[in-house]
């Protein structure tokens, strides 16, 4: 096969089970919109979701493709130990297999995770003092927020392992110098999350550097980072994110056909 081309898409939904089908399409989606969002970085960041039915089998972006070509059919579906169960020209990032297959190894309860290096995110976890509680975006997210040390590209497992640890029970990760992760118990509390993390970020970069900045309340700031805790919950109005993600879903299918493939 060409590297110019992704691989065929004929065969399409019917090689695989209504459940792993759907979300195939969920992900592709999410690659879409991301890079509609510019969170692209070259061919370097990946998102994942895991297989229906199938928690120790996660689907990621083919090596070697720009976000804005991903298609359903065209993922992946690798295991926690790196074994592919479908083609790809170039395989898969191996940093994908890193990163991913140890949060999803320590945290059963993670079926999406997000990993970019955009501009705003990137540039937050660079700052000594992290995302700070400057805005209203920053203090609802807050709560979920962890960070862990760059130690350069290429992570040995055991390096993959205190990642994981640092990100513990949070969905955030702050990979100083490096980037962003969101975790989430599905792709669109995970995809809404980093919608929310990159807004904080965009904000805070924007208001450093001018006048000196207000500092909010602590009371209040407990009070935000408390009912942070409640958003996307089962008792939230938006369990996983539910209704975000169907409105991003009718976006794509305005904004980006084909991606269902």
């Known amino acids: 096969m060409s ?28 690659y879409r919109l991301a890079a509609a969002q510019g969170w692209h970085d ?4 990946h998102f994942s979701l895991r297989v ?22 065209s993922l992946v579906k690798i295991d926690l130990e790196g074994n592919h169960y479908s083609d790809s020209p170039n395989g898969v990032n191996p940093a994908a297999d890193e990163i991913h297959g140890a949060i999803y190894a320590a945290r059963p ?24 509680p400057i805005s209203q975006n920053a203090m609802l997210v807050l709560n979920r ?4 040390d760059y130690t350069g590209s290429g992570l040995s497992a055991e390096e993959c392992q205190h990642m994981a640890d640092d990100l513990g029970d949070g969905s955030i990760l702050f990979m100083r ?14 995809y809404a999350v980093m919608v929310r993390l990159e807004r904080a970020c ?10 000196s900045l207000v500092e909010v309340n602590a009371g209040v700031i407990e009070r935000q980072f408390q009912r942070g805790k409640k958003i996307y919950s089962d008792t939230h109005w938006s369990p996983l994110a539910r209704h975000e993600w169907a409105a991003f879903r009718r976006k794509a299918d305005r904004d980006h056909p084909g991606y269902d493939r």
Request: aromatic residues 8%; hydrophobic residues 40%; negative net charge.
């Open 3 to 30: 590297l110019h081309t992704l691989p065929p898409v004929s065969s399409a939904s019917f090689r695989y089970s209504a459940a792993e089908w759907e979300a195939r399409v969920d992900l592709a989606a999410a």
């Open 42 to 45: 070259l061919l370097g960041t």
């Open 52 to 73: 229906p039915g199938e928690p120790n089998r996660y689907l990621v972006n083919p090596a070697g493709y720009f976000f804005e070509e991903i298609t359903a059919s």
């Open 109 to 132: 309860d993670i079926q999406a995770i997000m990993h970019t290096h955009s501009v705003n995110g990137t540039a937050v976890s660079a700052q000594a003092g992290g995302l700070l």
């Open 145 to 148: 927020v962890r960070y862990y």
């Open 177 to 190: 110098n490096h980037g962003v992760v969101t975790a989430g118990r599905s792709i669109g509390e995970a």
């Open 202 to 211: 965009a904000i805070q970069i924007a208001a450093q550097g001018r006048d």
